[in-house]
């Protein structure tokens, strides 16, 4: 890929995940984030209850953004394998 940045997105993108993985539901929102590690308090996409429509109220498009959340999740989450971009080096190589 392009200078590997979908490499570069998905690894950041899974260390989401692992963070996200460690949410307690049960717990408060500023709770949860102390126990976040400092360097990138974030979690990943995914569809646990939180109103996204309440978070998005003030977006010009709340529902494209909610699109777009769900397939940059699809793109770059660690239970895909393969992203649906295509590579262009494979390409370029098959043009040879």
């Not at 997105?9 to 929102?29: G, P």
């Amino acid at each position: 890929t392009a200078y590997g940045m979908i490499e570069v997105a998905r690894d950041r993108y899974q260390s989401l995940e692992a963070t996200s993985a460690k949410w307690n539901s049960k717990k408060s929102f500023e709770d949860n984030i102390e126990a976040m590690e400092s360097g990138n308090p974030g979690r990943a996409y995914h569809n646990s209850g939180i109103d996204l429509d309440k978070v998005l109220k003030d977006h010009y498009n709340p529902q494209l953004a909610k699109e777009k959340l769900a397939e940059a999740h699809e793109w770059l989450s660690k239970t895909t394998k393969t992203p649906p971009i295509e590579n262009p080096s494979t390409t370029q190589q098959k043009e040879l």
